[in-house]
């Protein structure tokens, strides 16, 4: 045998070990459908009679009501009540492209994940609406908000919004927000034509901006984002990004010839709501994979590099692996980078199995399945597969997360306590023992140490915390799961 054939054999067998508590093959369909409801819950501004959620009521609208702008809707990013635009647009980002690269194995979810996509798309057109003088990033104080545990309706005094200007630059949130916007357009072009055309335009104003007056945002927004959603990757990494999905978007081979004149070399193992390196180099290739586009050929060393950082048993891994299996990254909300890098292995898996190619970390070779593999690894560990046999998708299997850093869930809803629960007195329910009184189903929270270990606890936010922009990629990586099994 080989030396490269008998490595990638010995890598499929390791990624299947370690001490699990449960064996059965996951319910992926309904893992799917219980992570779109998530959004629902997050969903700000007024909410449709056709909710899922019956604890959740509108909220938010007077936002924006101190610049005579409307800033109802979009999401609220986590557990708190503040709309932060760098994860917002990259939560819409990620969504959109798993609706773009998996939407046709969603099934009856497909109209599900397109209103998830729309109700952060809305919200980023009208946030957009004052360019080129103005992008409107932010709804509320982190600060203020942080020191109150109130649920979402109950909040009636506007909160402040925050604003990226020419002279007060924000190239990371704008660029994201014409990634996010490109991204949608095309999720709707065979659908709502004249929607998805606003969506390219604002895409192009919003890049236009972002590469214009170019600028650090956490430089000009300071403790209103820092240190929440600090940018520490830089804006160069968005203006790829966005350029990339405009590039996909318009067809325009402008922007792919700008994507290239960024000179952007720097690797990275990890790919976030800060750090779009790896997704920008991913969907770059494909053009280079699939569209046979030799100007795009420069991108695929750097996606197989990222390829090779998180593989278990690349001689180039950088990553960290629990006793499970799990991809370990850091300590706080780790699972997002568990749900991106699952997500970008299989979408290159997708590509080298159209392609027909592969590649190599050092001596060990990689296919189509051998990633496919390793993000089922992560997928399934989860939804429960791990030494814990724990969910960490709330409302998924009996064994889940019932004490999550969340103000709606953790707070007894309107319909059970009508009257108005006041800033200061909202804390005896995060410091209750008790499981939360409304089931946040979907959601998936920070999860576990390095060493598989979960504290179910409220207080522990680094663990307990969910995130829209951890379960946006799980979107995508659930379609396909649930299609694999369902063939």
Known sequence: MRLEKFISLFILIAIGVGSTTATTTPNYEDALSKSLVFFEAQRSGKLPHTSNLSWRASSG?????????????????????????????????MLAWSVIEFGKKMGHDLHNARDAVKWGSDYLLKASCHLPNALYVQVGNPNDDHKCWMRAEDVKTPPPVYK??????????????????????????????????????AAV??????????????????????????SY????DELLWAAAWL???????????????????????????????PGARVLLTKEHLLEKNQGAS???????????????GSPSMSVKYTPGGLLYKMTGSNLQYVTTSSFLMLVYSKYLLVSKQSFKCGDMSVDHHLLRQVAKKQVDYILGVNPKGMSYMVGYSSNFPRR????????????????????????????????????????????????????????????SEPATYINAPLVGTLAYMAASVRN
């Open 404 to 463: 999550i850093h969340h103000r709606d869930s953790s707070i007894p809803c309107t319909n059970i306590l009508s009257g108005a629960v006041s800033c200061d007195a909202g804390f005896q329910y995060l410091h209750s023992s008790g499981p939360n009184p409304n089931v946040l189903t979907g959601a998936v929270v920070g999860g576990p140490d390095e060493n598989d270990n979960f504290a179910d606890d409220r207080e522990n936010y680094a663990q």
């Open 164 to 201: 990226v200007t020419p002279s007060n630059p924000g190239s990371e949130v704008a660029g994201e927000t014409a990634a996010a916007l490109a991204a949608a357009s095309i999720v709707f072009r065979g659908i709502d034509a004249q929607y998805s055309k606003k969506l390219e335009n």
């Open 61 to 93: 609208l007077n936002h924006g009501s101190q610049e005579n702008v409307d800033l109802t809707g979009g999401y609220y990013d986590a557990g708190d009540n503040v709309k932060f635009g760098l994860p917002m647009a990259f939560t819409t980002t």
């Open 205 to 230: 104003k919003a890049f236009t901006f972002a590469d214009k007056y170019r600028g650090n945002y956490s430089e000009s927004l300071s403790s209103a984002v820092c240190p929440f959603y600090c």
């Open 298 to 312: 420069e991108f695929r060393d750097h996606a197989e590099r990222f390829m090779c950082s998180v593989l278990p």
């Open 233 to 236: 990757s830089g804006f160069q």
């Open 247 to 277: 590039h996909k978007a318009t067809k325009n081979p402008s922007y792919l010839n700008y994507a290239k004149s960024l000179g952007c070399n720097a690797d990275s193992d990890s790919f976030s709501w800060d750090n779009k390196y």
